[in-house]
């Protein structure tokens, strides 16, 4: 009897998310970016949430919830009614780094769903101008030669520049200072001026600075190099293998969403992606990769978010990096 039971209540769990979905999205939906208006994940959520919107025929409201390395917002969906009608984007630091940094009063990979990874984004260590080796196995010659008086920059404790300069010591033998800006900019700033040696950047300004001769550029922490900085060799080039580190983005919906919202939610990201219009202001104007379209599953997202926790906490823990 008590089977019996178990496979009507499943059934009814099965009938009420399969009619949910059939008329669904009937309202606007809400995607909440967990950083400020403007900045990186911002723009990416406003260019997929207006495409995206097309093709479900609702508009999708973009809401900016700030704070604590973006898990006020991430919390903001977990807590949402798993309708489809809340979507969480974000990346590698506020659905990865925040959970070893932050005392969460959630579980980033049992709390929320995936639908789809939308974008790859790896860095570019870059040094300040005046520090001109002839490559990357000279570079970390120096640092490994100089010890603490060496320094890298980061956004602050807990971003991805600081878990890369945390991996850089710890690949490379290296016992270079860690300093920590409020922001990339100010970093940045202090970079160009000499004030430190080495930042691990992301692509897009990277690029430009590069470009501008603000900065030299010695390794993408990627398995191939970008279209957008060919003569930037990767770690398996230059000489740090398996060195690979990128801020990826990413949606998400609150647990127990039904499958087909999710699978209706996963074809508008994958027509977003395959617009030639959405690509250019990604891929040309952000300098961002999309992923094949075999990476751009819920599955695949699923065990890429489980495979960057297990490699990632464990370093994060054991160099004891909190939260500031």
């Known amino acids: 009897m008590k089977k019996i039971l178990k496979v009507l209540i499943l059934w009814g769990i099965l009938c009420a998310g399969s009619a949910l979905a059939q008329g669904y ?38 809401e900016n919830a700030t704070g604590a390395g973006g898990t006020i917002g991430v919390g903001r969906v977990v807590r949402a009614a798993a ?9 590698f630091g506020s659905h990865v780094i925040a959970g070893a940094v932050y005392p969460l009063k959630y579980d ?50 807990g971003t991805p520049a600081h878990v890369s300069a945390v991996y850089f010591n710890q690949a490379t033998g290296s016992n270079a200072q860690i300093i920590h800006y409020r922001g990339s900019a100010p970093a940045m700033t202090d970079l160009f001026a000499g004030v430190i040696d080495l930042y691990f950047d992301q692509t897009a300004t990277a690029v430009a600075n590069t470009n501008a001769r603000r900065v030299n550029a010695y390794a993408l922490t990627a398995r191939s190099r970008l279209a957008a900085a060919k003569d930037v060799p990767t770690v398996d080039e230059a000489g740090l293998p398996g060195f690979y580190m990128s801020v990826w983005h990413a949606i998400w919906v609150p647990r127990s969403t039904p499958k087909p919202v999710i699978a ?61």
Do not use: C
């Not at 309708?83 to 990346?91: A, F, K, P, R, V």
């Not at 040094?127 to 490994?144: G, P, V």
């Not at 990769?289 to 599955?299: S, W, Y």
């Open 108 to 157: 980033q990979l049992k709390d929320l769903e995936p639908v789809a990874l939308i974008t790859t984004n790896p860095q570019i260590l870059v040094s300040r101008s005046t520090l001109a080796f002839k490559d990357l196995k000279e570079l970390i010659a120096w640092t490994r030669a100089n010890g603490d008086k060496v320094s890298i920059g980061t956004g602050g404790a």
């Open 264 to 324: 209706r939610l996963n074809d508008a990201i994958v027509d977003t992606l395959a617009d030639p219009a959405v690509r250019k202001r990604l891929v040309t104007d952000m300098v961002q990769e999309i992923p094949p379209r075999d990476q751009q599953t819920p599955e695949y997202l699923g065990a890429h978010h489980k495979a960057e926790t297990d490699k990632w906490w464990p370093l994060i823990k054991a160099a004891g990096i909190k939260a500031e």
């Open 83 to 91: 309708d489809g009608y809340t979507l969480s984007i974000g990346h």
């Open 25 to 62: 999205p009937a309202k606007p939906i809400t995607l909440v970016v967990p950083f400020t208006a403007g900045g990186p994940t911002d723009t990416i959520g406003r260019i997929m949430a207006e495409r995206m919107g097309r093709s479900l025929g609702q508009t999708i409201i973009v």
